[in-house]
């Protein structure tokens, strides 16, 4: 079992004891509910535990207790199968979604039907907004969904990962159009160029 305070090993910063006894909990649930896979991962190997209970709460540790008890009954309801940690982090995030962030495929949708310009629509959450912008409105709107959906979604994640650790973010409006002004200088270029290049050649 983890505890908050173990010797030989300092730490930079004690570990909340609430998150450990969260992965305590939730490790204790798998046992019993994935009873033969569990031995199977682990036997008898309480250091092998031990360590993967670490790395769940490094990994984890955005999320608060509740949501992570949480996340575990959802897998343990939904799953046959004891879960990886991958999924457990997707578990959640499903679980721990702040309010006004839609699903990944709802914010997919959402950024491949909005109208341009973008910037100046109302969007159910700036995180949905940036995600598509980082992701490329371009290639959001000529790549087909099952090869477009799997880079948006892992931008969509971090963003709400980050907005589950309190950031806030705001839709700045684009500096400039190149629709309007660098087409027009770029002929503007063109001729002067082909001027120059009549003269040299007489």
């Known amino acids: ?78 799953s046959e199968y004891l879960p990886t940690l991958h999924k457990m982090l997707n578990a959640c995030r499903a679980v721990g979604m702040p309010a006004g962030l839609p699903t990944p495929r709802k914010a997919y949708q959402e950024v491949c039907n909005k109208p341009s310009p973008k910037a100046e629509q109302r969007w159910s959450h700036t995180a949905v907004y940036l995600s598509g912008r980082d992701c490329g409105w371009h290639f959001l709107a000529n790549t087909i969904e099952s090869k477009a959906f799997a880079p948006f979604s892992e931008v969509y994640q971090q963003y709400c990962e980050r907005v589950l650790r309190g950031e806030e973010f705001t839709i700045e409006p684009p500096q400039a159009l190149p629709e309007t002004s660098e087409v027009p200088a770029s002929k503007e270029h063109n001729q002067q160029q082909l001027d120059n290049l009549k003269q040299l050649l007489g």
């Open 1 to 78: 079992m983890l505890s908050p305070t173990e010797a030989g090993r300092p730490k930079p910063a004690p570990a909340n004891p609430q998150l450990i006894d969260a992965i305590n909990q939730i490790f204790a649930l798998f046992q019993v509910n994935y009873h033969n896979q569990y031995f199977s991962a682990f036997g008898d190997n309480t250091k092998s535990e031990n360590l993967a209970k670490k790395l769940w709460l490094s990994k984890v540790s955005d999320f608060s207790p509740d949501t992570i008890l949480k996340a575990a009954e959802k897998i343990i309801a939904e």
